[in-house]
């Protein structure tokens, strides 16, 4: 876990370096990527589930995208976020930050209609080869005495 804890930092640190530097990437970084981060270090999800979540997230920006290329209006918003609901629901992807992401187009406006879900894409297919390679090298390293699972027993602070 700790390995896939600094790689998940460092990934995120490169992707908001890529959007501020590279002119026309700016829609890579988007705060929900800790979400999903976190998301998918903190429950043992099986690879299958973790892209099927992260398809959800590219449909959900894809909904959003479209819906605020035509017209960026509460109404808009609101036929999104039923949209997105009802698939979270139905496709039972378990994942709130897919509703989050599907908002990414209402505040970051692009007047390329695929460059939010491409970049949603994009970020979440680094996110899951990082996390890939991160646990492969955690399974490498399990043998090593400083990566090895320690269960620390903590004694209550009273004298009984």
Not at 34 to 61: C, D, Q
Request: charged share 10%; glycine share 4%.
């Amino acid at each position: 876990m700790r390995i896939r804890t600094y790689a998940i930092c460092l990934y995120i640190i490169l992707i908001y370096w890529i959007s501020l530097h590279i002119p026309n990437m700016h829609a890579l970084f988007f705060p929900t990527l800790g979400s999903f981060s976190l998301l998918f270090i903190s429950r043992p999800f099986e690879k299958a589930e973790i892209r099927k979540i992260a398809f959800g997230a590219v449909i959900a920006s894809i909904i959003g995208s479209v819906f605020v290329y035509f017209n960026s209006g509460a109404w808009s918003l609101f036929l999104t976020l039923l949209i997105v609901i009802y698939l979270i629901n139905r496709f039972k992807w378990n994942s709130p930050p897919i509703l989050a992401v599907s908002l990414i187009p209402f505040f970051a406006q692009s007047s390329v209609l695929w460059i939010i879900p491409l970049s949603v894409f994009g970020a979440l297919l680094g996110l899951m080869i990082t996390l890939s390679a991160s646990a492969y090298v955690e399974k490498r390293c399990s043998v090593l005495p400083f990566f090895a699972k320690r269960s620390v027993k903590a004694e209550s602070d009273t004298a009984m």
